[in-house]
């Protein structure tokens, strides 16, 4: 069974840095792009960017290119900021796309983790 | 960037009832490999986004049959036949030909 699993809630401070996770399961995670996606509270959905696990090329979204870094390791990929801020406060999931070729179709999505920021 | 635009934004149904949601994007979103992507999710109160619909019509393994999307070119159409309790959420469009991707703002279902 295909999964993505998140790592845990993150309680921080304005200024701390934070790095969050997503490991796929139940695929070869190198063959397919993984997405990372915002939801502030009680909004909708917006996308941050996309990395290929195989070679870590990443695109980032014009309105967070500068605001975060994705990265990959080894059948996992990270989400990092170097300096929080409260407007930083969502749920932020990862979601995997369908195929490597064509347009953009995502299937699986991660659980969710959740980040507060909070002084 | 292409402005996905869903209504209604509150979609108040009664048990049974159909329910239709309508998007409208800014551009058509027809891919260099002639498929328009156009996706339909689910989220649950609580929950993470399901994805229901892909490339305008096709339905999810798993997805009731009562889900079915159509549309082409700029507006596109989610509906349920009958609408059951566990179909109370916020549905959100999405389109997949143009960087960066972009979501419609969703629209809520509620049972009346």
């Known amino acids: 069974e295909v999964q993505l699993v998140q790592s845990g809630a993150e309680v921080k401070k304005p200024g701390e840095s934070l790095k969050i996770s997503c490991w796929g399961a139940g695929y070869r995670f190198a063959d397919y792009w993984v997405a990372w996606a915002r939801q502030m509270p009680g909004e909708g959905l917006e996308w941050m960017g996309i990395?290929?696990?195989?070679?870590?090329e990443t695109k980032y979204s014009p309105s967070f290119e500068g605001q975060v870094i994705i990265s990959a390791d080894i059948n996992i990929i990270y989400l990092q900021w170097s300096s929080l801020r409260a407007s930083d406060s969502a749920i932020y999931y990862c979601?995997?796309?369908?195929?490597?070729?064509?347009?953009?179709?995502?299937?699986?999505w991660g659980q969710g983790t959740l980040v507060t920021v909070s002084s | 960037d292409v402005v996905m635009i869903q209504s209604p934004l509150f979609l108040p149904v009664t048990l049974g009832q159909p329910a239709s949601i309508s998007c409208r994007s800014s551009q058509r979103l027809v891919y260099s490999d002639g498929n328009t992507y156009l996706t339909w999710f689910q989220q649950r109160p609580g929950q993470s986004p399901r994805r229901l619909i892909y490339k305008v019509s096709n339905r999810d393994s798993g997805v009731p049959g009562r889900f079915s999307g159509s549309g082409s070119g700029t507006y596109f159409t989610l509906k349920i036949s009958r609408v059951e309790a566990e179909d109370v959420g916020v549905y959100y469009c999405m389109q997949g030909a143009y960087w960066p991707l972009t979501f419609g703002g969703g629209t809520k279902v509620e049972i009346k």
């Open positions: 990395i290929n696990p195989a070679d870590s």
């Open positions: 979601a995997r796309l369908a195929s490597a070729v064509g347009g953009y179709d995502f299937d699986y």
